[in-house]
């Protein structure tokens, strides 16, 4: 049996209403929200917080995997007495809302998944991942400061903030958090098992998650809708925020 070791999220809350829960993808933290939070608070009661070593959360000392992030997700609704929430994650933010959706369906009444994808990582993304470890571990944090805002998306206008969020990371908290995607489970089985209403959120130039695994997401999850984010890449919230914040009020609409 796993035994889990919960960390507690530093976190901040804003607006009032229903719960909705945004977990950040990799190497970044909650500040990727904050082009949101103009159109979602004077409707929901909005939770940004940080996963485990990243921005302000502790480390904890293990790798991340998507089950132990889930884990400290449920440690802090339990804080906040949310007994169910909407929850949408961006890119490795939906691993661990897929994970959590696996473990605790009952504590969700809706499911937005953004920028993300449900298969596992490809051989040749596994290695890779692996090779980002070495290069940490040899210059920290720099290369991915300096690479990783054109990876993830085309709109230059937002390189300073980007590169800003990831210098501000823990090289440890990345390390940790690459093997845990690296290990995580192909989550495709549990898809036909989600009963909440999911909004799948897609940047129409995302060169990250392949267009034909958001279509697989769609196939086999039962409630759902995808929109598409024109000229939109892997950071859709910030990239077309309007657009994003209308596909999760609308998710609000219709929870469960």
Same mark, same amino acid.
């Given at each position: 049996?796993?035994?889990?070791?919960?960390?507690?999220?530093?976190?901040?809350?804003?607006?009032?209403?229903?719960?909705?829960?945004?977990?950040?993808?990799?190497?970044?933290?909650?500040?990727?929200?904050?082009?949101?939070?103009?159109?979602?608070?004077?409707?929901?009661?909005?939770?940004?917080?940080?996963?485990?070593?990243?921005?302000?959360?502790?480390?904890?000392?293990?790798?991340?995997?998507?089950?132990?992030?889930?884990?400290?997700?449920?440690?802090?609704?339990?804080?906040?007495?949310?007994?169910?929430?909407?929850?949408?994650?961006?890119?490795?933010?939906?691993?661990?809302?897929?994970?959590?959706?696996?473990?605790?369906?009952?504590?969700?009444?809706?499911?937005?998944?953004?920028?993300?994808?449900?298969?596992?990582? $490809?051989?040749?993304?596994?290695?890779?991942?692996?090779?980002?470890?070495?290069?940490?571990?040899?210059?920290? $944090?720099?290369?991915?400061?300096?690479?990783?805002?054109?990876?993830?998306?085309?709109?230059?206008?937002?390189?300073?903030?980007?590169?800003?969020?990831?210098?501000?990371?823990?090289?440890?908290?990345?390390?940790?958090?690459?093997?845990?995607?690296?290990?995580?489970?192909?989550? $495709?089985? !549990?898809?036909?098992?989600?009963?909440?209403? $999911?909004?799948?959120?897609?940047?129409?130039?995302?060169?990250?998650?392949?267009?034909?695994?958001?279509?697989?997401?769609?196939?086999?999850?039962?409630?759902?809708?995808? !929109?598409?984010?024109?000229?939109?890449?892997?950071?859709?919230?910030?990239?077309?925020?309007?657009?994003?914040?209308?596909?999760?009020?609308?998710?609000?609409?219709?929870?469960?």
């Amino acid at each position: 049996m796993t035994t889990f070791h919960p960390v507690e999220l530093d976190f901040e809350e804003s607006g009032q209403g229903y719960p909705l829960v945004l977990l950040h993808g990799f190497p970044l933290n909650r500040a990727i929200w904050y082009p949101l939070l103009p159109f979602l608070t004077p409707h929901l009661r909005v939770i940004l917080p940080d996963m485990r070593g990243f921005g302000k959360s502790p480390l904890g000392n293990e790798p991340s995997t998507m089950r132990l992030m889930a884990e400290d997700l449920c440690v802090l609704l339990d804080k906040l007495k949310i007994e169910k929430c909407l929850l949408a994650g961006h890119s490795m933010g939906g691993y661990i809302s897929l994970a959590f959706a696996n473990s605790y369906p009952h504590k969700l009444s809706g499911l937005g998944l953004i920028a993300t994808q449900a298969a596992n990582d $490809t051989p040749e993304k596994h290695q890779a991942r692996f090779k980002t470890i070495e290069s940490i571990k040899k210059h920290g $944090t720099k290369t991915l400061v300096k690479d990783m805002p054109a990876i993830l998306t085309n709109h230059t206008d937002l390189y300073p903030t980007i590169a800003a969020i990831i210098a501000d990371s823990n090289a440890e908290g990345l390390m940790n958090a690459l093997k845990g995607m690296a290990e995580r489970p192909d989550f $495709t089985e !549990v898809l036909p098992n989600i009963s909440a209403p $999911t909004v799948i959120i897609a940047g129409e130039e995302d060169t990250i998650v392949p267009r034909e695994r958001v279509d697989m997401m769609a196939r086999l999850i039962g409630r759902n809708w995808v !929109v598409e984010v024109p000229g939109g890449c892997h950071m859709p919230m910030m990239e077309a925020p309007e657009i994003v914040a209308k596909g999760l009020l609308d998710l609000a609409q219709i929870r469960k």
